[in-house]
């Protein structure tokens, strides 16, 4: 479950960028390994400048957001290519991957990065015979609400309208007067805060290490398209199943675990080759 | 201008530099001795990677600093240890391009036997920091002339289990072992079971898991742990998944309720802190323990030097690369006087480096005629009594692979079932 | 016609590589030659079928796992029917496969690419029985033509016999490829990539065609795996992993998908600036994503482009 939380925050990420932009973000997963890097970085510093631990929580939502001013850059260099086949973009964001593996690799080494036991400070819960800390229960409950506000977002703002408008049928709304730039910006740094915030999140209770980066990837892709392309409510199902998929396989048949998440992707696309909630493709 | 003309000028002007046609030019006998290091410097063992290097890196400055081998100073070219395919061209570039006269490094498995077969056809001396199994020895390497290998792989679960026999034999019943998904994992958790039976342990597995190397959540594993239940969880983690895993089992209840065997976490000690790892729990450092009490001085001036430089206390790659240097130096100086004086070939060497023992940081060590090494063990029980944040083992208690390793052939399963207990 | 004078010296001095005494770069021409045939079965799917598929690697990496098979497992070793098996397995695979894909196209193509060629990852790493698992499995040395040269060291065999043969190889391929291309078939695929829907008003079946372009792009992709991993002497899982599916697409942009050659060049060019690159710094993933942005951005034609006078333009 937790696992799904974490899976759910990086693809509806991705889903977002996609949805509106038609751009498939390979960096997805190095924002995520950003964010964690980055909140471990942060919160250590603030513990040693005398935070008090139960604060470590907001310092790493602040962290997550604040990394997420790289999304605006990266989405100017992104712009340079909007006009050319989507393919190129991909590839764009694979360059990207290459290169934010050797910028981790500079500034935090090549280690992986935990953050000890401070997670704990929220204490633990005993749940039908298993001990959980209540920090996993937070941040899945972060997933959750983080899902209904995106949600919200999208079906009730303004903002939400003009995206979902925007998504689908780009040339009307420019034409109804949207300003399109300034829009693909906010959206793609709305996806990238997604990456490094749950980045961020996650990283207490796991470790930051270069490979989360391109291991990830491979994961959101198939919630993706479990979930069908561009859509919220598919991703987040689509994380939902991936990570019961997993727990379950550990349970019961270990040696399956990666396997069976490819299967549920072939069957789903042979299936419901749209994927569950699929958009209509563009 | 066009960029293929430019690329195949280089290259052809490149190649009319060289002396001769088709003919390697022969070894300089003056001017530096050119080491090859294969270092990984991406990925989960990146860390260990960059052990090796430390200890390479040491060796070399104090051979250097006394003169060198027969005189002539070591000059180190690093070149990446990553993907077989790469590594292989790595080597070969090492080899046939920089003419290295011996390459070290290789820790990964599946490096290590691309390489092994590459060493033999190019006619280089290898010898390697890691990266053995049992299967690839015996399937790729019946008998390697050029490769040296480093200790086999289930020693430090033999270890392991012999400790965990004498410990507590009658206090556990069931066993379940995590360990990473790859040749590794599942050679040490089988050999684990073998010296449970043959020390008639009683003990019954009820799980094991397989993590793929590199996980950073173990949410679900501990959830499947701590409905089996079991009397003692077996591990192999090594690199960063060793103190996840505990965090994360620590958080959920799983420790200290459970009795533990690390066999090699030892070689990411600092992250093993205090806070959610247990005392009593069985832990390997493969071939150096940093605090050994009855270490050589050797040893103490080098993690005393590792510590004041970069801050960290050594693990046991640094020895395993240490070795190599100081063995490769032993056996030139052995073959040289055996060759009258000159500078010998790597035909000289080889039967020089079989059976030499030279000093490493951790103890005496050799390779076998079979081109194996013979090293010491270092485990333990964990204690909390010490100055840091992180456990230790006290005391910390030594085999040799004369005990843990079996000897050249015979097969591992026919050894154990062989020993008298 | 400079381009003729220019391919031909190239050829003369392919030719001459092995006696020019440098050993280590021959033999880094021996994964170019793999690569090369590789990256030709690519762009027939993307330089002129407009499919971009991220899952290449899959089909190298399938060779490279047959030629494995058949020289450890079955005993195996006349390559000539190595490589035969390698065309039929890649059919086998090519398949099914095909049959899924080819239903999306653009992104959901690249995506669903990415996925297959993980998912065969998976296989090759869990079925360690059957594949070695993360160790791999070893290819012994072929017999070229019927004959095993045993008296040769594997160096000698690689920049002599071996060479030569995969020159060769590289030089039928591309024949073929270009018969391909140059064919009413080839002719249709490029006007799918242009236009689908006028295409398929014209007559062409869309999805039939690309389903071709994808089976012959990947038994391409299995000989390059094949030849790839015989210098190397080991097939591992990580041929498969979606980064190397990545650096294919990177060679064929780097070199120039929308030309005949360009994914020639770029494997060249990829593999000799690789090699520098890797010696120079630790940092080189950083300089090549570099390089491939600038190329994505700049010079997406690639290096062929910038030859044609042609930099930048219609992607």
Known sequence: MFHAATLFLVAAGLQLVFGVQKIVNLACGSFYALGAYFGISLVTWALQAGLPPPLFLPVLLVAGLLLAAIGPLVERLLRLIYDRDESFQMLLTFALVLMFEDVIRRLWGTSPYQLGQIYLVYGQLRVAGLTIPVYNLIVIAA????????????????????????????????????????????????????????????????????????????????????????????AFVGALIVGIMRAVAIATYPEVEMLAIYLVVVAVLVLRPAGLFAKAAA | MNTTRRNFIKILGGGTAAAGIGVAPAFAQTGPVKMGVLVIKSGVAAQVG???????????????????????????????????????????????????????????????????????????????????????????MPNPKYAFRSCDNECEAIMASIITARNWKGKIKTVAGINPDYSYGRDNWAAFLAVMKRYDMGVTPVADLWPKLGTTDFTSHVAALQQVKADLIFSCFWAADASIFLKQAHAAGLIPATRLVFTTAGGVHETLKKAFTPEGMILGYNTMYFEDPKASALQKEFVKWHYEKFKEWPNYESDHAYFTVVAYKAAVERAAKAAGGKWPTAEQIIPALEGLEVESLSGMRRYRQDHIMEANFYQGLTTYKNAYDFVTVNPVEMMTTKQVQKPSGVGLYDWINGWKV | MIRRALLIVALLVGLLVPFLGRDYYATLMLPFFGYGIALLGLNLLFGYTGLLSFGHALFVALGAYVAAFFTTRLGILHLELILFASILTAL???????????????????????????LFYSFLYKFYHLTGGDEGMRVLRPKLLGQSFESLDKVPFLIGPYYYYSLALL???????????????????????????????????????????????????????????????????????????????????????????????????????????????????FVFGAILAIVVIFFPRGLMGLFEGQAGGRG
């Open chain 3, 92 to 118: 086998v695979v090519a398949v099914p496969t095909g049959l899924l894909c080819v239903r999306y196209v653009k992104i959901y193509f690249g995506m669903l690419t990415l996925a297959f060629g993980m």
């Open chain 3, 171 to 285: 030089l039928v391929a591309a024949f073929v490829m270009w018969r391909i291309v140059r064919s009413p078939f080839g002719l249709c695929l490029r006007s799918i990539r242009e236009n689908p829907d006028k295409a398929e008003y014209l007559g062409v079946s869309v999805r039939r065609y690309r389903f071709l372009a994808f089976l012959i792009a990947g038994l391409f992709g299995a000989v390059g795996g094949t030849l790839l991993t015989i210098p190397t002497g080991l097939a591992d899982p990580l041929l498969a992993y979606w980064t190397h599916s990545g650096n294919l697409v990177f060679m064929m942009l780097l070199g120039g998908f929308a030309n005949f050659l360009g994914p020639l060049l770029g494997a060249f060019v990829f593999i000799f600036l690789q090699d520098q690159v890797m010696s120079l710094t630790e940092y080189w993933r």
């Open chain 2, 50 to 140: 960059e052990s090796g290097l430390r200890g390479t890196q040491w060796g070399v400055d104090r051979v250097n600093a006394g003169g060198g081998i027969l005189g002539r100073k070591i000059e180190l070219v690093v070149e990446e240890e990553s993907s077989p395919k790469d590594t292989v061209e790595r080597f070969r570039k090492l080899a046939l391009q920089n003419k290295a006269d011996v390459i070290t490094g290789g820790i990964s498995t599946g490096v290590g036997l691309a390489l092994g077969p590459v060493a033999e056809e190019l006619k280089a001396l290898w010898l390697s920091w890691d990266a053995t199994t049992q299967k690839g020895v015996e399937e790729t």
């Open chain 1, 143 to 234: 997933g959750l609400a983080i899902a209904v506000l995106m949600g919200w977002l999208l079906a009730r703002t303004r903002f939400g309208r003009i995206v979902r408008a925007s998504a689908e049928n780009r040339a009307m709304s420019e034409a109804l007067g949207v300003d399109m730039s300034r829009l693909y910006t906010r959206v793609f740094t709305l996806g990238t805060a997604l990456g490094t915030v749950g980045g961020a999140l996650v990283v207490p209770a796991t470790a930051a290490s270069i490979e989360i980066a391109v291991e990830l990837i491979v994961e959101a892709f198939a919630v993706v398209v479990i979930g069908g392309l561009g859509s919220m409510r598919g």
